[in-house]
């Protein structure tokens, strides 16, 4: 019988640290982890051996791959949120861009602007359920770990389009005139992001209304669209009086 040769030994590593893994896949791994413990915990009470634990990884590891907490919280808004921003308020035209000739039908162009944004924010929201939660409580929030660091990656040429064309709309009669076109874009956040961060809470309060129940996000932004293109109150019923006035 023909002897098998001995199975020569594996090279021998030279002493250090030992061998880990560069690659794209960890790293976003890592960051997917991060941002979710930081729309759960809140970023200030996440700490890197959190993120570690979480991933099953020494804190090492994950200084290998962010060299500081620091370096982490900006991947994460630069990866995770801006993309996020850029893709929501991309239909809107800047202001350079947009006709100068009156608009033939302006209550048609803000609805479908406004049901584009609308749309693609809740679109966002549904794929990435850390979302409203992030961004209420830590870019909304006064004290927001995030505030700064999100609200310089703001699209401000874009807002600044978009009110535009709100206002443009107003004063051709197609828009309600005690509507403020600087604010609606808050509305938009505001009918979208909150509906779902407190998903948990209303749907507690009607728990014994299967209707309730069943609201998702589909309906979630058909309700947004219809409040910020149709009211709360047919338009037969005539306006109050603001207060004081």
Known sequence: MQRMSPVPPP????????????NAAMRGQLLDLATD?????GVAA??????AQRAGVTPAMVHYYFKSRDQLIDAVVMERIVPVIGFV???????QDVPQAPIPDPAAGA???????????VQCAAERPWLP?????????????LRERVLRHLPSDR????????????????????????????????LTLLPLATSALWRRVWQADPQAQSIDTQAIAAHAIAMLTGGLFSPSAPPPAPPGR
Do not use: K
Not at 37 to 41: H, V, Y
Not at 89 to 95: D, R
Not at 162 to 183: C, H, K, M, W, Y
């Open 11 to 22: 090279p021998s590593r030279r002493p250090g640290r030992p061998p880990r893994p560069d």
């Open 37 to 41: 413990l930081f729309a759960a915990r």
């Open 46 to 51: 996440t700490t890197i051996a959190h993120i």
């Open 89 to 95: 308020w991309a239909p809107v035209p800047l202001a």
């Open 111 to 121: 609805r479908a602007f406004i049901a584009e944004i609308v749309g693609r924010l």
């Open 133 to 145: 939660a992030l961004w209420l409580h830590e870019v909304v929030n006064e004290g927001g770990q």
């Open 159 to 190: 807002l600044q389009a978009f009110a535009g064309l709100i206002a443009d709309s107003q004063r051709q009669g197609a828009i309600t005139p005690g509507v403020e076109p600087r604010l609606v874009f808050l509305s938009i956040l505001g």
